[in-house]
């Protein structure tokens, strides 16, 4: 007669029904109960290292705004306006987060933010550094990837969905994170997006009232509509702060028709009337956006307008070589593990900036034209133990960068 196999722990000996999993080994079963225990015996013992950042924590009360631009100071090159204004959200998000209930019933409303510059300017940028300093969860979501509930792509509570996942599903801390909305001006009416239409792209202005507004979310933990049988998560979203960031392509065009028909004379910051049409930005408005195609009510739900500036030669040439990870240091460490000291001309960085300028590159084709002028020496010289040190020269930068090459950087 065949023998009845029992499913049980070896470790406690509990049955199969009696636990919620069995995992079986190559000559033995463990029950999660056990492993779990042992897990907390590691723990104890100091076996298990935690990796994730603790969001349990206060925030660095040192982080003053003067300390948080300081901080950018070291990755973002210029922008000043909109470095003093994130700090400032953010030390206000802190505060917002700890304050303390007093009498005179005064709580302070979040501020959230959205910021307009064009293409390459340092918006991700300056979003990304932040996060670096920051120890509240933090995400930075694509606009484009949401669309309204029902159409193909991910609904907008998949938002929060990324916030639980950094801070390993505390709600908790989830609940006083920071998201980051780029591209949010490819979800607008005049918006370059042509897979969706200007139906859908309010839509999913409208989707996203409520969330950046404040409201209970039930969230599906591991995102999407695939996983129908997840167990939903409620999060408040009182207290996230959300900062929305785009291109804004043509709205210039928008502030200067407006500028044309306005009646009142107007100043710029420096207090002449003299419009500075290099940057019209600096004169941007909640109406402009508006008029860009962002709902009204969306926009009143992000008071904080700020824009970036345009990059010129000077903010360019600072870029290649003064931020913490600035690209020709990098060249330079790569070489200096070689054993190989690499200097640049300052005439060979100039013909690198005129030319990221000339074919409107910006600060992203920084870096193809510096690949397509250092290749070559990068290709060579680890064979060569008899080089320790390399000059880019002007001469030298202006033959590697053939017309033909920088024809095809500008397609790309
Ligand atoms: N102000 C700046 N200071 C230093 N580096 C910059 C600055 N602006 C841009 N860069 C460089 O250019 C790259 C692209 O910038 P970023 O991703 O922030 O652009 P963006 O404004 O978000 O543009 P897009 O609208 O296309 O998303 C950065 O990774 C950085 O190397
Ligand atoms: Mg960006």
Do not use: W
């Not at 306006?81 to 005064?106: F, P, S």
């Not at 065009?253 to 419009?275: A, D, H, P, Q, W």
């Amino acid at each position: 007669m065949a023998k009845k196999v029992i499913s049980k722990c070896d470790f406690c000996g509990r049955a199969k029904e009696d636990v919620q999993m069995l995992i079986s080994g190559q000559d033995a079963k463990i029950c999660d109960a056990c492993v779990e225990q042992a897990m907390q015996l590691l723990n104890e013992e100091g076996f298990v290292q935690h990796e994730k950042p603790n969001y349990k924590g206060e925030p660095n009360k040192n982080l003053k705004p003067l300390a948080i631009k300081a901080f950018l100071d070291d990755y973002v090159i210029g922008q000043d306006e909109a470095k003093k204004v994130i700090a400032v959200a953010v030390y206000n998000h802190y505060k917002r987060l700890y304050q303390k209930t007093t009498e005179d019933d005064v709580e302070i409303e979040k501020s959230n933010i959205i910021m307009v510059g064009q293409t390459g300017t340092g918006k991700t940028l300056i979003v990304k550094s932040i996060a670096k300093l920051l120890n509240v969860p933090f995400t930075i979501v694509d606009a484009t990837v949401f669309t309204e509930a029902g159409y193909v792509g991910e609904d907008v509570e998949s938002i929060l969905t990324r916030l639980l996942q950094v801070c390993d599903y505390d709600i908790n801390a989830a609940e006083k994170g920071i998201v980051f909305i780029d591209e949010i001006d490819k979800i607008s009416r005049k918006g370059d997006n042509p897979s969706l239409t200007r139906d859908i792209k309010e839509g999913t202005q409208q989707s996203l009232l409520k969330l950046i507004e404040g409201t209970e979310v039930l969230v599906p933990p591991q995102g999407g509509r695939k996983h129908p049988e997840q167990k939903l998560l409620k999060v408040d979203t009182k207290n996230i702060l959300f900062l929305c960031g785009g291109s804004f392509d043509g709205i210039d065009k928008i502030i200067s028709k407006r500028l044309n028909t306005s009646v009142i004379g107007f100043k710029n910051k420096k207090g002449s009337e003299e419009v500075d049409k290099e940057n019209l930005l600096n004169y941007i408005t909640h109406q402009d956006v508006r008029a860009f195609g962002i709902i009204p009510e969306l926009l009143g739900r992000l008071p904080v307008l700020v824009h970036l500036d345009p990059l010129d030669k000077n903010a360019l040439t600072n870029i290649l070589t003064q931020p913490k990870n600035a690209l020709l240091k990098q060249y330079k460490k790569l070489f200096a593990i070689e054993g190989i000291t690499l200097h640049f001309e300052a005439a060979a960085i100039d013909f690198i900036v005129d030319k990221a300028l000339e074919y409107k590159l910006g600060a992203r084709g920084l870096r193809s034209i510096c690949e397509a002028i250092i290749t070559d020496a990068m290709f060579e010289l680890p064979s060569k133990t008899d080089v320790k040190e390399y000059t880019i020269t002007e001469a030298y930068a202006k033959q590697k960068l053939s017309k033909s090459k920088l024809a095809k950087l500008k397609v790309a």
